[in-house]
């Protein structure tokens, strides 16, 4: 994740750091014979004929959304210098997103609020939402989600400081088990200014119309 001066378009000044991409989405051929062999077993333990004309596309399909949804898209981490000297928050809020549940794997899917409080340099806007996709493209806990996309932003940008919320249903505990219809959760992720200043953390509360 090294950053790279890239003197095009975006002016001499902006940076682009590549997102590695992740040991597990490498060989996905592979993963996609193997997965769809797996699925093919799975329907079958439940009773299924994988051999019907319904079905027989099925353990293919089961294994391509899978791999679709744990496979974040590359992007480059592009930053400006912050020349005006901007010191307040800056926030994107209701970026969608989707994750899926590492107990369940069954989906849980809401809202995240972004924000952070510049340093040297300002991120662009469109690259808070990729980072939210980055994580969440994952088997996951909220809570772990929420951690690591703050701790990425601050670790990127050397902020002031990261705020992240996240609102999600899971669908784990609303269609199944517990069957809490309409249930929310909310997490929440903090680093530099945003934990100290209680103004500053209630400016990103109001701006994000946020009630947690
Ligand atoms: N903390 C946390 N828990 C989660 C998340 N997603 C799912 N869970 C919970 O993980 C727990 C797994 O508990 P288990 O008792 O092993 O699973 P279970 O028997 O299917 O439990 P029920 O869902 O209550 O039927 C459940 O309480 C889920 O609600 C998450 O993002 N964060
Ligand atoms: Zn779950």
Redesign the pocket.
Known sequence: MSQTALPDALGADAQRSQVAVPLHAIDLNQQQRDAETAVAELLTALGRDVKSEHLSETPRRVAASLLELLTPRDFAMTTFPNDEGYEELVLVRDIPFHSL????LLP?RGVAHVGYVPGERLVGLSKLARVVEQFSRDL????RLTKQIAGYLDEQLAPQGVGVVLEAE?L??TM???QAAGSM?TTAAFTGVLTRDNAMRRQFRLAGDLTA
């Open positions: 549940c590492e107990h369940h849980f996951q806990v909220q809570e899971h784990c505990m199944r088990g517990a959760t």
